[in-house]
């Protein structure tokens, strides 16, 4: 069975830092090697929004506008482990994280991590 559990969220400070894992298990290493991952967060009131991606080899990367210049996406694929390092948080940077699996059709989703920041 495939499993992806996040960790590492909680509450931080304004201008704080927190590092998310995204932990898989159910995966060959052959299969996991060929996955994109992303990070996705979700405020109360609005919609899910991509916030990173990665390709399967590591190379290449994506941001959303909104986190670019402090948020750095990067994976383990020996770990089968996806990770996102949030820096210079913003209190409109709280919300619950997903980690997401995809390729060819097939998706897989995490259970979420809260991230709260305030003062």
């Known amino acids: 069975q495939v499993q992806l559990v996040e960790s590492g969220g909680g509450l931080v400070q304004p201008g704080g830092s927190l590092r998310l894992s995204c932990a898989a298990s159910?995966?060959?290493?052959?299969?996991?090697?060929?996955?994109?991952m992303s990070w996705y967060r979700q405020a109360p009131g609005k919609e899910r929004e991509l916030v990173a991606s990665?390709?399967?080899?590591?190379?290449?990367?994506d941001y959303a506008d909104s986190v670019k210049g402090r948020f750095t996406i990067s994976r383990d694929n020996i770990k089968k482990t996806v990770y996102l390092q949030m820096n210079s948080l913003k209190p409109e940077d709280t919300a619950v994280y997903y980690c997401?699996?995809?390729?060819?059709?097939?998706?897989?989703w995490g259970q979420g991590t809260q991230v709260t920041v305030s003062s």
């Open positions: 997401r699996a995809f390729y060819a059709g097939r998706d897989y």
């Open positions: 159910g995966f060959s290493f052959s299969i996991y090697s060929i996955y994109a």
């Open positions: 990665i390709t399967s080899a590591g190379i290449s990367t």
